[in-house]
């Protein structure tokens, strides 16, 4: 094995990884800075009638037969569809201050916990570039991940359930739509990956015991 | 564990030291002396060849079994 190609293939791997992780960080501190200023603005202004909150959600239609949503074709005729999960726009007014409240702080941890996951990540990287590869902290750090996976993917769950009863809420009730669309709600890519993470780690200390053990014999 | 290393016996018979055991054996000091201080997992058998043929022994008088204490429930039993 060319060890000098395998270690610019796991480096290329890992900046997409960072990249990614850090987009999302990125992106919610951005919406956490906005959120904030706009709720900072709302004590200085009264809300407009017309200012409306886009909350994420996840709905499914009563009937597939007859979807109540459609898009217009280039030949002007429509086609049904159905979106699944998207984004709807709440008039702030309808909302209640607990509910956003919750929300906010879930986000703020979501953020805590991402920021948390690459830091554990990097060390991770750092640690096999240095060529200490077969260490306990190396597992230490998958775990973490994991578990990091795990809780954001529950978080990622409660806030659009959250969202989808804010939305009920708000609107009062839905008419052609059934109230949560459960499957959608389970981000199962998420807990796949944190899944994946843990279970890598107990593999690498099974590895680090056997490594050790063949050290042992002479 | 129940097995003992004599290896520091056999070499105080034969006056060799480690360094010079280990270096007519083609392996380090650091690695025989995982062996000499009873820390080793396991020993292959070229290695325990080479220091049979060294040290003009048999594996007996290298490795020595010791029991251990028997258990309460007389787990250890001999069989029969």
Redesign the interface.
């Known amino acids: 094995m060319n060890l000098n190609k395998n270690k610019i293939s796991v480096n290329l791997l890992c900046v997409c990884i960072i990249a990614l992780i850090s987009i999302t960080v990125l992106f919610g501190l951005g919406v956490f800075t906005q959120g904030f200023v706009e709720g900072m603005n709302e004590t200085r202004e009264p809300i407009a009638h017309d200012d409306y909150l886009f909350l994420t959600a996840s709905f499914t239609p009563a009937s597939m037969a007859e979807t109540p949503d459609s898009i217009m074709a280039s030949d002007g005729h429509r086609l049904p569809i159905f979106t699944g999960k998207g984004s709807v726009g709440v008039p702030i007014e309808r909302i209640q201050d607990f509910p956003l409240i919750l929300l906010a702080v879930c986000g703020l941890l979501t953020l805590v916990i991402f920021i948390f996951l690459l830091v554990q990540f990097v060390k991770l990287i750092v640690n096999f570039n240095r060529g200490r590869i077969f260490e306990v902290r190396n597992c230490r750090y998958l775990s973490r991940i994991g578990v990091s996976m795990l809780v954001l993917a529950v978080l990622s769950m409660f806030v659009s359930y959250g969202n989808s009863q804010m939305i009920i809420d708000a609107a009062g009730g839905l008419k052609n739509y059934t109230t949560v669309n459960w499957w959608d709600l389970i981000p199962s890519s998420d807990f796949l990956v944190g899944l994946l993470a843990l279970l890598f780690a107990q593999i690498w200390k099974r590895g680090i015991a056997i490594k050790n053990e063949n050290e042992l014999t002479v | 564990m129940a097995i003992i290393v004599n290896l520091d016996v056999m070499m105080a018979k034969r006056k060799i030291s480690l360094g010079e055991l280990a270096e007519r054996m083609s392996?380090t000091p650091s690695?025989?002396s995982?062996?000499k201080t009873g820390?080793?997992?396991?020993?292959?058998f070229s290695?325990l060849n080479n220091i049979c043929r060294l040290l003009d022994c048999h594996p007996g008088d290298i490795l020595e079994y010791v029991p251990d204490e028997p258990e309460a429930d007389g787990a250890t039993q001999k069989l029969p």
């Open positions: 392996i690695n025989l995982i062996l820390k080793a997992k396991a020993i292959r290695t």
